[in-house]
């Protein structure tokens, strides 16, 4: 019994830690830039350039998609094509990201 016990606290430790992976800054900088390249790459041309992320150097966890209105579509649209793809706390983190996008363009 004690063993069995074992294995599943080793599997919910491993969980965990795969977990937080997900969301290191230089995961999630790396998405950013996955993102940002596929947004820009089905973009027109004309877009291309509006299309950017910043990560604040001083805390590393804080990102700013800017991007102008005409180019959200391709952001969201490369948001929502990584996704399968993504650790499944950085597939959350983009999930409500893409969520807050959207809110944003309603207002």
């Known amino acids: 019994m004690a063993n069995e016990e074992m294995r599943v606290l080793d599997r ?3 969980e965990i830690e ?3 992976e997900g969301l290191d800054p230089g995961i999630l900088a790396g998405w950013y830039e996955k993102v940002a390249s596929d947004a820009r790459a089905h973009a027109p041309q004309h877009l291309v350039d509006s299309i950017d ?3 604040d150097p001083i805390l590393p966890m ?3 998609f800017k991007t102008s209105r005409r180019a959200v579509k ?3 649209e490369a948001i929502d094509s990584n996704l399968e793809s993504m650790p499944t706390a950085t597939r959350l983190y983009f999930q ?3 969520e807050l996008i959207q809110a944003e363009m309603l207002r």
């Open 74 to 76: 391709y952001v969201l």
């Open 96 to 98: 409500k990201l893409s």
């Open 62 to 64: 804080k990102f700013e």
């Open 53 to 55: 992320v910043v990560q």
């Open 12 to 14: 919910l430790m491993q």
């Open 18 to 20: 795969h977990v937080k």
